[in-house]
């Protein structure tokens, strides 16, 4: 079925309401982020997609959810201060659905995050204790990582990247609005040098083996 995404019959106004509703319509329907290649397809060639989304932003300013860019993409959420009520509506407790993950296993993710793509023999360097598959392995079931290229290492071991999942569970757009990792070490948040030491507190000593097996 052809859309007719120019509108030219419609007067300019119109035909900017429409292009604003066609958006909303979609992101709306989706259950993941919507990129720009796919919302291009219902609006016209001279629609500017950054204005509209602004629009669109600009009119749920009071309303109980927002648009937001997440994982390169545009997705309908709800706002954060609704999060009790609709805990309380549902008789679900905040959390519910979701595993928290360990300190071990939110440094781990923070390393892979930050130094990507990376082995798990480079991740059990940063922390002096060999980094177990059953760790990597709760990261990858999160779809939180996923596997990379191999890397160029003698054996060709695996590396591991994060995922668009990763971007969307933490209200990401992209990797580079990852906090600067100078300006964590300068708050005293983090320190490269710990890193580097194995000097982080860490759980998950695990087997070792060939890494080239791992996938």
Known sequence: MLVDTELEHLPP??????????????IFAANEPVPRE??????????????????????LAGRPY??????????????KVFGDAIHAAFGTPPGQGAKELTQSEALVLMC???????????????????ISRDLIGV????ELIASGPRSPQPGAPYTYVTTKNFLS?????????????????????????KLLAGDMPIAGVGQSGD???ED
């Open 169 to 193: 569970q933490f209200g990401l757009d992209t990797l580079r609005q990852l906090p600067d990792f100078e300006a964590l070490e300068d708050a005293g948040l983090l320190s490269k040098e």
């Open 13 to 26: 106004e119109l035909r900017w309401r429409e292009w604003m509703g066609r958006v909303e319509a979609v």
């Open 112 to 130: 892979i995050a930050y130094f990507q793509p990376i082995t798990r023999g480079e991740l059990s360097s940063f922390f002096g204790k060999e």
């Open 66 to 79: 927002e648009l937001v860019a997440v994982a390169g993409g545009w997705q309908h959420r709800t706002k």
């Open 139 to 142: 990261l990858r079931a999160q």
């Open 38 to 59: 796919v919302l291009t397809r219902v609006v016209g060639r001279n629609c500017n997609l950054d204005l509209v989304i602004d629009d669109i932003r600009a009119e």
């Open 211 to 213: 890494e080239a097996s």
